[in-house]
């Protein structure tokens, strides 16, 4: 959580309003960067077209495919590597695939998804889109229930779990006081447990070092919010940070003392309950290579489960009591 945010309506030195024109005015040229890189690839897949595995074979021809694409980047006075990657990344997204709002660099990292499928299916996650259902479905339960479209109060918890050998160093650690060698979860969830935002982090990060970027993203998306409870491992400083510079009031619930085995507490039974259904065969460890990955596979796993709650509502016969969870503030 960066030092300098003194008030809860400032992003750095700027209001908020302020920040969301900087953005919008930064989207612009970032937008004709994309273009423009992508149009150099495709000019540079009429000159070179991407061939099979194995290389180019010793012929005649004048020029090797990196002779003409050397010869390509100096007439029209760009390095060649911008040329080399342009026309790989534009190998790797057709026309129609590409996403406008989308930076050229995002695409860049996506095009090293191996399979085709989950390569188009990850530029959902970079353009936002999983986001916005994941907040539409959980307005949509929120309006079932009878509640507003947007929680007041959240609660924040996190899970680690073991992370298989496809997920490299720079991305994990070792969690001490769970005994676990892998990545960590954070969640954060409304009320009736629809997540509001999930966060993948190494597992050796402490929960209130995480928790500082978690709640100081939470309150960029979703200023509306003014309380977040959470258990003893977020208490400390963490508290008196976040009321200070994120006008959010932190509240902690400590274990009672001298209670053995496992013990419910309050306000945070939502969030355990949360965690617990989405940890799905898929879910068990952590197999992806890349974080932003690992995030976008447990918000679709928090999607599903939100459409499947929506899907049995709408088919309950109606005059049916609404169940224990509906009628549970």
Do not use: C
Request: net charge positive.
């Amino acid at each position: 959580m960066p030092e300098e945010i003194e008030i809860a309506d400032k992003v750095g030195s700027v209001s908020q309003s302020r920040y969301a024109q900087i953005v919008a005015e930064l989207r612009k040229p970032v937008e004709t960067d994309s273009s423009i890189q992508f149009t150099i690839g495709d000019y540079a897949l009429k000159v070179e077209p991407m061939r099979e595995s194995g290389g180019q074979e010793r012929n005649d021809e004048l020029f090797t495919v990196k002779d003409s694409l050397f010869r390509l980047a100096e007439d029209i006075g760009v390095s060649y590597s911008v040329v080399k990657n342009a026309r790989w990344t534009a190998s790797r997204w057709p026309k129609d695939r590409r996403v406008s709002r989308v930076s050229f660099t995002v695409h860049k990292i996506l095009a090293g998804i191996g399979e085709e499928e989950e390569r188009f299916a990850a530029r959902w996650a970079a353009a936002g889109v999983v986001g916005q259902i994941r907040d539409q479905l959980r307005k949509r339960i929120r309006h079932e229930m009878g509640r507003a479209p947007g929680a007041v109060t959240t609660v924040i918890d996190s899970q680690s779990l073991k992370a298989a050998e496809t997920v490299g160093k720079d991305s994990r650690g070792y969690d001490g006081a769970k005994k676990t060698n892998g990545r960590k979860r954070h969640l954060i969830v409304d009320t009736k447990g629809p997540p509001l935002f999930i966060m993948v982090t190494p597992a050796d990060m402490t929960d209130r070092d995480a928790a500082k970027e978690v709640l100081f993203r939470l309150r960029l998306m979703h200023p509306e919010i003014t309380i977040a409870r959470a258990d003893s491992s977020y208490a400390g400083q963490l508290v008196t940070r976040t009321k200070k510079h994120l006008g959010l009031t932190l509240k902690t619930v400590s274990r009672p003392k001298n209670t053995p085995g496992f013990v419910i507490l309050p306000r945070r039974r939502v969030v355990e309950r949360s965690l617990a259904i989405m940890h799905a065969r898929r879910h068990t460890h952590d197999y992806e290579r890349l974080i932003q990955h690992s995030e976008s596979l447990i918000t679709w796993a928090a999607i599903t489960l939100m459409t499947t709650r929506i899907t049995r509502r709408s088919s309950r016969r109606s005059g049916q009591p609404a169940s224990r969870e509906a009628q549970r503030d």
